[in-house]
């Protein structure tokens, strides 16, 4: 026996029996136990005898060769209890405890299967009806049929006709063979072929053979020789096919014509497009059509008093196109449903003109009483009279309808509509439209009346007072307008008539737009407060007016500012709220008239004396601007922006001498840090730079944290052309103030402008790593590199400035116009989903369009970044130069105007036009063309 042989049926090394004298972990010295199985069985006598255990036999050779090793997959060594391989414990014996634990398993098993059963069954019972229901068999679908034949009688079955004959007359001749095709088998046509020695195909091997025809496809082959023939040619000619379709559709072009009046049927000209007007329908909408009309058929059959089943066959027709069957239908459901004007309405719906008007007329016979055939008869009408002569044979028979009246009263003249609205709330006495229409016509005198007789028919309607209040103020009559509101709200809730809030001021707004301005103030006043609850106030009514606001209802919003004011008129924020609203929509004078009650009511409000006096100084009155920021020194004593107020008063209207004593009393009582910026500022702009940079010395000393002072000190040194102690300067900035931004760019700036590039970049480096995620370090870094033509260094840094400043817009802004122009759509893409409403991003997305000359689209996208942020300058500056370059002069008119009211104060390129010195005068109307002129057209 080969080694092989004896590996094979070597029994698995787990399977195997220990050596005789084998200790488990005795070669790893473990000994330091004993068990009890080392000293053998100490039994007592009430101990289980090892009947239980019975010692496992001596196992044959056969049985170790009929086991396989863990690789024999053979059926014949499968075991039901320990599969092919055998179990892990096999060597063991199967004993008693084995097969108690089978037998409890068992039962176990068992009696969960019973418990399963059912639940089983009756979900497998459910599926079966499931799919019965969806595919149920050809004897489940005629099983009712089968059922009813239990109830057909002997008579009936014997009454039931034999199949007739269908054949002719020659079919059923037996005299006459009928004919039958047989096919002919292939033998019996290659025999045909040898015999007559022609065909008019080439094999491959002929064709290999190059055998040359001077006659294309016409090979004679005799006794194996190949010869010319002449055999029908399979030679194509594509001209003779064409020109024998265009015979064909000419023969029946012809075949459709008719030959006796010479009038063709078909317009060859126009026979394409006929063609194209036909609706084509595939067999699926054929099919559908079928089926509804079967459903339809069925609708009407068995129930042939339902209206809409009518209507909905006529339509069916109608959409296939089949008119006249619908008319039919239609009419016939008219019979079966005399009493449903619906189906009258249909019928003369598909009904041609002329007959459109006998079905209307024997509807309305037998419906005197409907409005709508009543109104259908009067639209069929083309002539006036005969209109109204309709409309009073209907008000004959139906005189309670309002809508009757309305359309009679609508062909009437003034004095006959008078008559009819007379005759009208007779019969419609709770008709609010007919009284007030009525009303409307009448004088003032006549219409109080009328009024008064409809608030006595109708007492739970508010239209009616609302209405009367009008009136009233249409005469001047304006001390009866809040009697009148009032009066009406107490009378709709004595007769237990709610009052929604929400509706009442709806209608204000309508009044308002009218043109009855003191009837919606009047109703704003009563309303207001109805249904709000104190500590809600104010937000409620502050929302009531910007929803008024928004409408355009702009006295309605007046009339809630007012009534706040009344209620809180010690609180700073209605004040200025109110102040803002009559600064976008009122006039100046309106906007004074408040600011001088809002100062006397909160004098400590520094803002509201500011607002005053801008808003003198605008009008021109320098001396009423004094004036008032003198009152506001005396309410605010030591103020620093009623000083700063002042100041630019003076500055603004030329008295600079003035303008530098009030600076220098005010830097004695209160010398801020902006305080004594400005007074530098002064003496910069008036070009006594000693002065400027003594002051700034000073203010430096008393306020080093204060940035601007350290921008400003250095920026002047710049001026002067002291490079080295304006870069002292800054660093002594940075350092004292390594927060400040500002004052990193202008150091890093200065270091560039004097080709320190290296020095630059070490520069915005350390101010990164002092400023972590600052967006305009990050800019600068980037713009560095791309000024020093080294853009790829540049995109690297925009990528990590990406990644640590995710939603920065300024960043998005300048790597959309970093790629090249095919992927710039798709960055701004990117930056709309990381930064959607930041006013930059929009920016950059209007100039990217501006640049594919999508102008409409730029414009749109201009308007939006205007309304996100309209305090940023550069937006302003880049649509102005937009529309200087694709709009008119109006639409530039309108963008400086809507800039001069926002009065921008941000931006790069803005703040780089209004901070330069040269232009400390100008205003925000003359800034607006400067900043324009610096930019640069996208590209």
């Known amino acids: 026996m080969s080694s092989a042989q004896v590996s094979k049926q070597r029994k698995a090394f787990l399977s195997q029996a220990p050596p005789p004298g084998y200790v488990p972990g005795l070669g790893r010295g473990a000994t330091g136990f004993t068990t009890r199985s080392d000293i053998g069985p100490a039994r ?41 391989g055998g179990s892990l414990f096999s060597s063991g014996p199967y004993d008693a405890d084995d097969r108690e634990a089978d037998r409890i398993y068992n039962s176990i098993d068992s009696h969960m299967d019973k418990r399963r059963k059912e639940r089983r069954e009756k979900r497998f019972q459910e599926e079966i009806e499931k799919f019965r229901q969806e595919r149920p068999k050809i004897q489940q679908q005629f099983s009712d049929l089968k059922r009813a034949l239990s109830r057909v009688s002997n008579d009936e079955w014997l009454s039931i006709p034999d199949v007739g004959d269908a054949r002719n007359k020659r079919e059923r001749n037996p005299h006459v063979r009928p004919d039958r095709y047989t096919p002919v088998p292939d033998t019996v046509l290659q025999r045909a072929i040898n015999q007559t020695g022609r065909h008019n195909t080439l094999s491959a091997a002929q064709l290999a053979g190059g055998y040359i025809t001077p006659y294309p496809g016409t090979l004679t082959q005799i006794g194996g020789t190949i010869t010319p023939g002449f055999a029908t040619s399979t030679h194509i000619d594509l001209k003779q096919i064409g020109e024998a379709r265009n015979s064909m559709l000419g023969v029946k072009l012809d075949q459709v014509s008719d030959s006796v009046s010479g009038q063709t049927v078909v317009d060859p000209k126009g026979y394409l497009t006929d063609l194209n007007s036909i609706t084509p329908q595939s067999t699926g909408d054929i099919n559908d059509v079928k089926k509804a009309r079967l459903l339809l058929k069925s609708v009407i059959t068995t129930n042939p008093s339902h209206a809409p089943g009518w209507i909905a066959s006529a339509r ?11 008319r039919n239908i239609v009419m016939q459901g008219c019979d079966a449903c005399p009493k449903n004007e619906d189906v009258w309405l249909e019928a003369t719906r598909l009904q041609p003109d002329d007959q459109a008007k006998a079905v209307i007329a024997q509807s309305i016979r037998q419906l005197p009483q409907s409005v709508k055939l009543w109104i259908k008869a009067t639209e069929l009408e083309t002539e006036v009279s005969a209109k109204r002569s309709v409309l009073r044979k209907a008000l004959e028979q139906i005189p309670t309808s309002v809508r009757v009246w309305k359309a ?46 409809a608030r006595e028919n109708i007492p739970t309607d508010r239209l009616i007072w609302i209405t009367a209040s009008k009136l009233e103020e249409s005469q001047e009559n304006l001390h009866m307008v809040p009697k009148i509101i009032e009066r ?39 309303v207001i407060s109805i249904g709000v609850e104190d500590e809600d106030r104010l937000d409620q009514w502050v929302e009531d007016a910007e929803s008024c606001t928004a409408h355009e209802a702009y006295q309605c919003a007046r009339a809630i500012h007012a009534h706040m004011l009344k209620v809180f008129p010690s609180k700073k924020n209605v004040w200025l709220r109110a102040a803002y609203f009559e600064k976008s929509h009122g006039s100046r004078q309106q906007l004074e008239e408040l600011l001088q009650k809002a100062v006397a009511h909160c004098p400590k409000a520094e803002v509201l004396w500011l607002m005053g006096a801008k808003s003198k100084w605008l009008s021109g009155d320098v001396p009423a601007a004094r004036s008032i920021l003198a009152l506001a020194f005396q309410a605010n004593p030591n103020s620093e922006e009623i000083w700063l107020a002042a100041v630019k008063l003076e500055s603004e209207s030329g008295e600079f001498e003035r303008a530098r004593r009030l600076l220098e009393k005010a830097r004695s009582s209160a010398g801020t840090g902006r305080v004594m910026m400005k007074s530098a500022k002064l003496e910069w702009v008036l ?16 306020h080093p944290d204060f940035a601007k002072l350290w921008m400003m000190r250095g920026q002047l040194e710049e001026e002067r052309g002291d490079i080295a102690v304006a870069r002292d300067i800054y660093n002594r900035g940075v350092k004292k103030i390594p927060n400040s931004v500002p004052i990193w760019l202008l150091l890093s700036r200065l270091e560039e402008r004097n080709n320190n590039i290296t020095k630059a970049r070490s520069i915005l480096e350390n101010a990164r790593h002092k400023n972590l995620q600052t967006p305009e370090l990050w800019l600068e870094a980037v713009r560095v590199e791309v000024r020093g033509e080294k853009k790829s260094i540049g995109m690297g840094l925009m990528a990590k400035a990406l990644q640590e400043c995710p939603s920065s817009g300024i960043l998005w802004a300048e790597a959309i116009f970093m790629e090249l122009r095919p992927q710039r759509k798709t960055k701004s893409v990117d930056a709309l989903k990381k930064c959607e409403h930041d006013a930059h991003v929009l920016l950059a997305v209007a100039k990217l369009f501006w640049t594919e000359r999508k102008i409409s689209k730029g414009r749109e996208w201009f308007q939006r970044a205007i309304k996100i942020d309209p305090d940023l300058g550069d937006t302003w500056a880049y649509f102005y130069k937009f529309e200087q370059q694709h709009g008119t002069e109006a639409q530039q008119e309108a963008v400086r105007k809507r800039c001069n009211v926002a009065e921008p104060r941000h931006g790069e390129a803005w703040c780089a036009v209004s901070k330069d010195m040269k232009n400390w005068q100008k205003h925000t109307d003359q800034l607006l063309p400067l900043v324009a002129n610096s930019l640069p057209i996208p590209m």
Request: net charge negative; charged share 35%; hydrophobic share 35%.
């Open 316 to 326: 069916l027709e109608e959409v296939t196109g089949h008119i006249q069957k619908a």
């Open 488 to 526: 009406a709200l107490s009378s709709l809730q004595a007769n237990l008539v709610e009052i929604n809030r929400d509706q009442w001021i709806t209608d204000a707004e309508e009044c308002e737009n009218s043109g009855s301005v003191h009837t919606a103030q009047a109703i704003i006043h009563a």
């Open 687 to 702: 070009k006594d730079l000693t002065k400027a940079r003594e002051l700034l010395e000073e203010a430096l000393e008393k």
């Open 44 to 84: 007592e006598a009430g101990d289980i005898s090892d009947e239980r255990h019975p010692r496992p036999g001596k196992k044959s050779k056969t049985d170790d060769d009929d086991r396989s090793d863990e690789e024999d997959l053979n059926e014949a060594n499968f075991d039901e209890f320990n599969g092919y």
């Open 408 to 453: 009679a009263i609508e062909l009437e003249e003034v004095e006959d509509a008078k008559i009819l609205l007379n005759r009208a709330v007779e019969c419609c006495p709770l008709s609010v439209e007919l009284w007030l229409a009525l009303g409307r016509l009448e004088s003032y005198e006549n219409a109080r009346k009328v009024l008064n007789k």
